[in-house]
Nanobody, 112 residues
Framework: QVQLVESGGGLVQPGGSLRLSCAAS????????MAWYRQAPGKEREFVAR???????IYQDSMKGRFTISRDNAKSTVYLQMNSLKPDDTAVYYC??????WGKGTLVTVSS
């Protein structure tokens, strides 16, 4: 009954912005450390960012300054604000909980 549902992906031009959302249900959301991962075509899934129950964010070094993770416990939702997007950011972005749950992903395509 646990669900993590991502949304907000789509096609964006280089330099543009998107905000991804992950809505959780079936869990006590406020106690979960939430994270974003991504998987580009032909590549392994990689860590993007995480935020714990104390709202402390951690980022992969290459994402710092461009991506911001946040959460709204009242809405059981974690967000990923992505700015200055590059073609290399093209990937399926997945939501994850430290209790071992994954969303099905949302596709982000950065292209002119």
């Amino acid at each position: 009954q646990v669900q993590l549902v991502e949304s907000g992906g789509g096609l964006v031009q280089p330099g543009g912005s998107l905000r991804l959302s992950c809505a959780a249900s079936g869990i006590i959301f406020s106690s979960h450390t939430m994270a974003w991962y991504r998987q580009a075509p032909g590549k392994e899934r990689e860590f993007v960012a995480r935020i714990n129950s104390g709202y402390t964010p951690i980022y992969q070094d290459s994402m710092k300054g461009r991506f911001t993770i946040s959460r709204d416990n009242a809405k059981s939702t974690v967000y990923l604000q992505m700015n200055s997007l590059k073609p290399d950011d093209t990937a399926v972005y997945y939501c994850h909980s430290n209790y071992g749950y994954w969303g099905k992903g949302t596709l982000v395509t950065v292209s002119s």
